[in-house]
């Protein structure tokens, strides 16, 4: 019988909202970035929750759940071959008790994005913004640049004029709203990359990098990088 552990190939990518449909287009993101390393991507959503994290209290809340989410597939049968997490919301909610916690890396999408976002290609430190659907959460995400000592380059999160949950179900009108935020933000706030800050926003950070000449910050792309060197 072969009793052979199997290596860590695995990169386990949690989303704490729990709409399963935006775990499977975050993990297709993923695999573009990680299957050319040989490795495979498995998503997991969190068991409770709401559907899409606005607010700091759902923020906050959902920090268990990413732990209990985690915790649960690393317990099964194929928790071995875990290499890495990824944290799937921009707040990176339950990242850093998890880094803490295990002996893998855990990264969080917000996290992938601040260091993306706050360095040129030449590795020199640059100004940066993010562009957003989630006003209740614009603190939270300048505590997450401060949290990773890039405060002093951070020029400020500019806001769509719908709701988060109108324009999750309006793509087009999501990429429209997003897209004049991200022109706020670097004309008048002289921001030279700008962060989609959203795991739901995920397709549409896509869409705007592709028909733009703003260096956009994917944070699915992001926090993959970031996984790569850290399993380097």
């Known amino acids: 019988m072969d009793t052979s552990v199997p290596s860590p190939d695995t990169v386990l990518l949690v989303n704490p909202n729990t709409n399963g449909n935006t775990t499977t287009m975050m993990v297709d993101l993923a695999e573009e970035s990680l299957a050319p390393h040989g ?14 994290i606005v607010d700091p209290v759902s923020l906050s809340e959902s920090e268990a759940h990413v732990r209990n989410a985690v915790r ?48 040129n290609s030449h590795g020199g430190l640059r100004h940066f913004g993010m562009a957003t659907s989630t006003p209740l959460l614009a603190d939270a ?60 926003l995920s397709a549409t950070a896509r869409r705007l990098a592709e028909a733009t000449a703003v260096d956009i910050i994917q944070p699915i792309p992001s926090a993959c990088q970031l996984v790569l060197t850290a399993l380097s």
């Open 39 to 52: 490795l495979r991507v498995v998503g997991i959503t969190a068991a409770a929750g709401p559907s899409m």
């Open 72 to 119: 649960s597939y690393l317990s099964g049968p194929d928790g071995g071959r875990v290499a890495a997490v990824i944290v799937a919301a921009i707040g990176d909610p339950g990242r850093a008790q998890l880094d803490d916690d295990l002996n893998i890396p855990v990264i969080g999408i917000g996290q992938g994005s601040v260091y993306a976002a706050a360095q």
């Open 141 to 200: 995400l300048g505590k997450l640049v401060a949290d990773h000592g890039f405060q002093e380059q951070f020029t400020g999160v500019r806001l769509t004029l719908s709701e988060p949950l109108v324009l999750a179900a309006d793509p087009e009108r999501q990429f429209q709203e997003l897209a004049q935020a991200v022109t706020t933000a670097t004309e008048s706030d002289k921001a030279e990359a700008v962060i989609i800050a959203g795991g739901p």
